[in-house]
C-alpha cells in the first residue's frame, strides 16, 4: 500500500521560511517522479515544483521560482520542498505526490493528504 505523509506545514509570517517533507512508503522512490502542488481555498489544485527520479532535473511554477527549491533522499525516500520569502499568496494546502514520466510532464499516480501552510501579513 503506498503512502505519502507530509509534514512541516504550519503559520509563519511574511518573508519567513519553512521546510516541507513528504515521507513515502510502499514505493521505492526512485522509481517515480516525485512533486508537490497547492490547493488555495477557493481554488483549483495548481502545480508548484518537481524532481527527477534521482534529482538531476527540477521544475518549478513561474510563481515559485527563485524561492522555493526541491530535493530529494532516495535512501530515505523522501522529498523536501524548501519555501523561503513565503508571501499571503502561499497559503495553501500543500500536497505531495508521486508520478511517472519525466520532471516536465508527469502523470501523478499517488498523493498525499496535505499539511497547511499559512502565511500571514
Known amino acids: 500500500q503506498v503512502q505519502l505523509v507530509e509534514s512541516g506545514g504550519g503559520l509563519v509570517q511574511a518573508g519567513g521560511s519553512l521546510r516541507l517533507s513528504c515521507a513515502a512508503s510502499?514505493?521505492?522512490?526512485?522509481?517515480?517522479?516525485m512533486g508537490w502542488s497547492r490547493q488555495a481555498p477557493g481554488k483549483e489544485r495548481e502545480f508548484v515544483a518537481s524532481?527527477?527520479?534521482?534529482?538531476?532535473?527540477?521544475v518549478y511554477a513561474d510563481s515559485v521560482k527563485g524561492r522555493f527549491t526541491i530535493s530529494r533522499d532516495n535512501a530515505k525516500n523522501t522529498v523536501h520542498l524548501q519555501m523561503n520569502s513565503l508571501k499571503p499568496e502561499d497559503t495553501a494546502v500543500y500536497y505531495c505526490?508521486?508520478?511517472?514520466?519525466?520532471?516536465?510532464?508527469?502523470?501523478?499516480?499517488?498523493w498525499g493528504q496535505g499539511t497547511q501552510v499559512s502565511v500571514s501579513s
Open positions: 505526490a508521486a508520478g511517472q514520466g519525466s520532471s516536465s510532464s508527469a502523470r501523478w499516480g499517488y
Open positions: 524532481i527527477s527520479r534521482y534529482g538531476e532535473n527540477t
Open positions: 510502499g514505493l521505492t522512490s526512485s522509481s517515480y517522479v
